[in-house]
């Protein structure tokens, strides 16, 4: 089955910028999804087929896909993007990565 | 707006049987492909069935194929799932949420409705 591998956690200070890899073999030819989850709430779709950013979602996220890894990357990081981050693709049947928790210093 | 209500969570012993249901407004729920995936506390989001629209194609995943039925009523904008044999290990919060279509993401989500199954 296919895999999807995320960092556990990434740590970044505030105004900065933040990294989440997304590792699956040939990911690059499978369109990538990204949400977030903040605690106690239902996950909201941040980055949908690669690069595109949802209604509502700020110009602050992006993504990125290529060969092997996918990214979210998130600029001018803020205390409320705190929260877990998951990858997914279709392949054959949904696939989530672990998921990454982000944490604001 | 787009709103999606989960119900029929609870507890229930293994090898017990509970239905989920999901009451869809705001949307031609018609129109969408529709999912359910699962949060076991303290872990990750498992995908588990999504059904398209007219109900004609139906996929799980492996660990509740067989146990799991995933199904839709468009007359009344609702999605179901019909869980026989549960396991331990199903117990998680239940989200539905709405597809965009083939490759598409699970654009809307519920808030989730918590199944536990413990002897």
């Known amino acids: 089955s296919y895999v999807l591998t995320q960092p556990p956690s990434v740590s970044v200070a505030p105004a900065s910028t933040a990294t989440i890899s997304c590792g699956g073999d040939?990911?690059?030819?499978?369109?990538v999804h990204w949400y977030q989850q903040k605690p106690g709430q239902a996950p909201v779709l941040v980055i949908s087929?690669?690069?595109d950013r949802p209604s509502g979602i700020p110009e602050r996220f992006s993504g990125f896909n290529s060969g092997n890894t996918a990214t979210l990357t998130i600029t001018r990081v803020e205390a409320g993007d705190e929260a877990d981050y998951y990858c997914?693709?279709?392949?054959?049947?949904?696939?989530f990565g672990g998921g990454t928790k982000l944490t604001v210093l | 707006q787009v709103q999606l209500v989960e119900s029929g969570g609870g507890f229930v012993k293994p090898g017990g049987s509970l239905r989920l249901s999901c009451a869809a407004s705001?949307?031609?729920?018609?129109?969408?492909?529709m999912s359910w995936i699962r949060q076991a506390p303290g872990k990750g989001l498992e995908w588990v069935s999504s059904?398209?629209?007219?109900?004609?194609?139906?996929y799980y995943a492996d660990s509740v194929k067989g146990r799991f039925t995933i199904s839709r009523d468009n007359a009344m904008n609702s999605l179901y799932l019909q869980m026989n044999s549960l396991r331990t290990e199903d117990t998680a919060v239940y989200y539905c949420?709405?597809?965009?279509?083939?490759?598409?993401?699970?654009?809307?989500w519920g808030q989730g409705t918590l199944v536990t199954v413990s002897s």
């Open positions: 949420a709405t597809e965009g279509g083939s490759s598409s993401p699970f654009d809307n």
């Open positions: 059904i398209i629209t007219s109900g004609d194609t139906i």
């Open positions: 705001g949307f031609m729920f018609s129109d969408h492909y």
């Open positions: 087929f690669d690069n």
């Open positions: 997914q693709v279709w392949n054959t049947r949904g696939v």
């Open positions: 040939n990911i690059g030819s499978n369109s």
